[in-house]
């Protein structure tokens, strides 16, 4: 394609340098014939008028050339992409027409961004197969024990199944939550919400795992803190994922902490905890599908979803490591009127 376009746009070379060489001579010709003019002024004339148009044409060409050869390279690199070649990319011509090096920029970025989405698909893809299998596996054994004779039917071993059973579908659930916020379509359904009554229920919510741990689970929110416009089901979902991570990581005799602080137009939450930190290798990558590192004993899914939710609401995500050590997880929601 690349090949035929060159010999299309040579073709055309010939037929302007035709066009606009061998028609104004033979136009002048004529003229000059008709004023009776024509001898061997005419001839040099003439050999003037072709020497300045070749000059001219010779000009045109090598604008038209580096013109062409940007477009040529844009036909064969779109077509690789359209082989499912996600790694074709246009060399950087600086000296062409400011519209010309902005196609080829959009082309580039374009093609990066498929390259990236199909490097995280097939992450995805693999990810998801991975974090499947074990729990299925550990069902199917469960089971096949049963039916087998090897286990009773009682209902130890059917809770086991069930529990099972209930971390597939957290895991299902999880993933279409992530799915329908990155793809933008999941809903909101935002009203008027006290965010210290709101971080107080999830509070009461960990009491449980939290003595259980030996971990004390405090609440501290300023009196000034606004009434901020908000999915409160979702923003439960975010500080939940935050105080669960937390609270795995909390050493027995800590303290988990929830905050809040108010910004000229954003509120910022933050869930702090003592434990031994994220590792620095880790940190750039927290918030990714399935990031994890080696001793976590989560799905990889939480974060990433929680940055999802803080997104979708306008807001950002971040991770710190305090000088005293453990971690601080920190978002800020867009404080809006609630009229």
Not at 16 to 37: C, K, R
Not at 146 to 157: K, L, N, Q, R, Y
Not at 208 to 217: D, E, M, T, W, Y
Request: aromatic share 4%.
């Amino acid at each position: 394609m690349r090949r035929m376009f060159f010999i299309r746009f040579a073709i055309g070379i010939v037929l302007i340098f035709m066009l606009v060489i061998v028609g104004p001579l033979i136009v002048i010709g004529q003229v000059l014939t008709a004023l009776g003019l024509a001898g061997a002024s005419t001839g040099l004339l003439a050999v003037v008028v072709l020497l300045f148009l070749i000059v001219a044409v010779a000009g045109i060409a090598r604008g038209a050339r580096r013109f062409a050869l940007p477009f040529g390279d844009l036909i064969e690199a779109a077509g690789r992409l359209e082989a499912g070649d996600y790694s074709a990319r246009v060399a950087d011509y600086r000296r062409g027409p400011r519209e010309l090096r902005s196609l080829v920029e959009a082309f580039n970025a374009m093609a990066a961004r498929l390259e990236e989405d199909e490097r995280q698909r097939r992450t995805l893809l693999a990810d998801v197969s991975h974090e499947l299998r074990t729990p299925l596996a550990v069902l199917q054994g469960e089971l096949e024990a049963m039916i087998d004779g090897v286990h009773p039917t009682d209902e130890a071993h059917l809770a086991a199944a069930v529990e099972e059973i209930q971390m597939l579908t957290g895991l299902v659930e999880d993933l279409r939550t992530l799915a329908l916020a990155e793809a933008g379509t999941l809903a909101l359904h935002r009203e008027t919400t006290d965010l210290p009554v709101l971080a107080q229920e999830v509070a009461a919510s960990f009491e449980a795992l939290a003595a259980g741990a030996g971990v004390q689970l405090r609440v501290e929110m300023p009196d000034d803190l606004p009434l901020v416009e908000l999915d409160p089901l979702r923003v439960r979902q975010v500080i939940g994922n935050l105080v669960a991570n937390a609270l795995r990581y909390a050493p027995a005799g800590s303290d988990v902490l929830i905050a809040g602080e108010r910004g000229p137009d954003r509120v910022t939450l933050s869930v702090v905890d003592h434990g031994p930190g994220i590792a620095p290798e880790v940190l750039p990558h927290l918030f990714d599908r399935f990031a994890r590192s080696a001793e976590s004993r989560g799905s990889g899914l939480g974060l990433a979803i929680a940055r999802r939710l803080v997104e979708a609401h306008g807001g950002t995500i971040r991770a710190e490591r305090p000088a005293e050590g453990g971690t601080a997880i920190r978002f800020d929601l867009p404080i809006r009127s609630a009229g």
